[in-house]
């Protein structure tokens, strides 16, 4: 079945510091992971056309809190903290880690993870133990190549392609493509992934309304 979302209707929930501030681990989320400066919050601005969804900063590290949105009841994408900052004190950095840790490791509905790089300095050593991570828990990954428009198109072309290969290292269920945030690149593409990821939790919202309508209507009947 395919499913149609409209991504512009997302709306924000919470802010949580760790997972058990967060709402009931059901449905689907879907998280964005990714280096402080890769471009996470605006990547997800772009894919709700919504400018003001996801607060952006221009000092990397200020995105403390894991922040769920709603894409529609039941579908939820996650802007986790971003990790490799350096302008930050140590404990704080560890309690963010530890509250990013802690959600990967623990959430149950967490069905997929898109991990945002800068195009120009792709696969550091934490992109790399995020996806390692990810597919060990046999969880499929959708690499990001952000802000691509920094790059001419032949060399766009390359990177991503030098990047895909890279990947095949990893086994597992690892998807790469570039993206832009100013020029619109990918994200039709992203779109399409994240709603493959949430088709099953649309499907099963569907047929148990389905089975609920049936069952009043054949209380209705006995009546």
């Not at 997972?19 to 601005?45: M, Q, W, Y």
């Not at 404990?91 to 945002?116: D, F």
């Not at 790059?151 to 690892?174: C, N, Y």
């Amino acid at each position: 079945m395919n499913q149609l979302l409209n991504y512009r209707n997302t709306r924000f929930i919470t802010s949580a510091p760790d997972i058990r501030h967060l709402p009931t681990d059901t449905g689907v989320e879907i998280a964005f992971a990714g280096r402080s400066n890769a471009g996470k919050s605006s990547a997800l601005n772009r894919l709700t056309d919504q400018k003001g969804l996801a607060r952006t900063s221009k000092t990397p590290g200020r995105t403390q809190l894991i922040n769920m949105f709603e894409v529609t009841p039941g579908c939820n994408l996650i802007d986790l903290p971003g990790y490799g900052f350096a302008q930050v004190p140590l404990e704080m950095k560890k309690k963010w880690q530890r509250a990013l840790g802690e959600y990967l490791q623990k959430r149950e509905c967490l069905q997929g993870l898109v991990v945002l790089m800068d195009i120009r300095h792709p696969m550091k050593d934490l992109d790399q133990q995020m996806i390692m991570w990810a597919v060990e828990s046999r969880l499929p990954v959708l690499v990001l190549l952000t802000k691509a428009d920094k790059l001419k198109s032949g060399a766009r072309k390359q990177q991503l392609m030098k990047t895909r290969k890279d990947s095949l290292t990893f086994g597992g269920d690892v998807q790469v493509e570039f993206f832009s945030s100013l020029k619109g690149l990918g994200v039709d593409q992203v779109r399409a992934k994240l709603t493959e990821w949430f088709t099953p939790e649309l499907e099963r919202q569907q047929a148990f309304l389905a089975e609920d309508g049936e069952a009043q209507i054949s209380e209705n009947t006995d009546d």
